[in-house]
């Protein structure tokens, strides 16, 4: 079946530096893919919707000079936070859609948490 | 504001018990609906999906999951719970907008 693999699957990073987490779509070609953050215990909360070629879609509230989404290719979306803070610490999960555009066929990656110290 | 709504957040049961976890949605126009489980350590993995027809969704695991339009719900069943059905379940919704939206999730906690 499709699969999405995330790497990495785990970061820690100072206060201030960047961190770059890419999403490929191994089998498939992913014209969307979706990031999500998790907090502990808590729901995923769509960040954004990458478009292979395109601006990626922000969600109200998501600081997209933050959260820097790159999704040059069919098989590779990339999120880069920048300038990161504890406050950023978390899951980031990303999904792709095997059906065209949309969301209604998604395969999840394995996320990648982050630690910012 | 569209929106998911999981009301139990922890469930504890015993084995063999039956299940039903609900959630409900906002909107009233056309959606697909998921429910997904992420057992511990693991990514999200699809249980079952509505998109249209019988409104009784059958899905892996013995899970199954009734849409029921009038009540904007779309609640998971099972009938017999497994220690191994630990996990935590998230119903999320495509309000036709190619975005899948997450409701709180619930954990599920079955003793053996």
């Known amino acids: 079946g499709a699969v999405v693999s995330q790497h990495p699957s785990w970061v820690i990073c100072k206060s201030g530096t960047s961190v770059k987490i890419e999403c490929r779509s191994l089998d498939f070609q992913a014209t969307t893919m979706f990031w999500y953050r998790q907090f502990p215990k808590q729901s995923l909360m769509l960040m954004a919707t990458s478009n292979e070629g395109s601006k990626a879609t922000y969600e109200q509230g998501v600081e997209k000079d933050k959260f820097l989404i790159n999704h040059a290719s069919l098989t590779l979306s990339t999120l880069t936070v920048t300038s990161a803070h504890p406050e950023d610490s978390s899951f980031y999960i990303c999904?792709?859609?095997?059906?065209?555009?949309?969301?209604?066929?998604?395969?999840f990656g394995a996320g990648s948490r982050l630690t910012v110290l | 504001a569209q929106s998911v709504s999981q009301h139990n957040h922890h469930v504890i049961l015993s084995e063999a018990a039956s299940l039903e976890l609900g959630c409900n949605y906002s909107y009233g126009g056309t959606v697909n609906l998921f429910w997904y489980v992420q057992y511990p350590g693991q990514h999200l993995q699809l249980l079952l999906k509505y998109f249209s027809g019988d409104p009784l969704v059958k899905g892996i695991k013995g899970f199954e999951a009734e849409f029921i339009k009038s009540k904007f719900s779309f609640n998971l069943r099972k009938p017999s719970v497994q220690w191994s059905d630990t996990a935590e379940y998230f119903c999320?919704?495509?309000?036709?907008?190619?975005?899948?939206?997450f409701g709180q999730g619930t954990t599920l906690q079955v003793k053996p």
């Open positions: 999904s792709a859609s095997t059906g065209g555009t949309g969301a209604n066929v998604l395969t």
């Open positions: 999320a919704v495509n309000f036709n907008t190619g975005k899948l939206i």
